[in-house]
């Protein structure tokens, strides 16, 4: 069993940044990617970033390109995600997940995770 727990979510004005992270522990695999989506309310959890584990391959949504960054520290067994120039509908509770299967590259689909954080709400006032 994995358990990721993510931190570093608050409140700030547009044009301001955040740095989320997400801890995992317990089984992990090596070639596990994994990846950052958010749900705000009333739409569907949505693709933000990936990253896979054995590839360094990432993966951004066109609505975060050049303003957000998905990096790894292995030996702290912990995904960042680098939010800068944060706009209103940035608004989301941001949620950490993880494959849990052997899976090459870094997918965009959340269909191919199966590990989820709990979440942390990202506020961004304009």
């Known amino acids: 069993q994995v358990q990721l727990v993510e931190s570093g979510g608050g409140l700030v004005q547009a044009g301001g940044s955040l740095r989320l992270s997400c801890a995992a522990s317990?089984?992990?695999?090596?070639?596990?990617?994994m990846g950052w989506f958010r749900q705000a309310p009333g739409k569907e959890r949505e693709f933000v970033a990936a990253i896979s584990w054995s590839g360094g391959v990432t993966n951004y949504a066109d609505f975060v390109k050049g303003r957000f960054t998905i990096s790894r520290d292995n030996a702290k067994n912990t995904v960042y995600l680098q939010m800068n120039s944060l706009k209103p509908e940035d608004t989301a509770v941001y949620y950490c997940?993880?494959?849990?299967?052997?899976?090459?590259?870094?997918?965009?689909?959340?269909?191919?995770?199966?590990?989820w954080g709990q979440g942390t709400q990202v506020t961004v006032s304009s």
């Open positions: 997940a993880a494959v849990g299967t052997l899976v090459t590259g870094a997918p965009t689909n959340k269909l191919a995770y199966y590990y």
């Open positions: 317990g089984r992990t695999f090596s070639r596990n990617a």
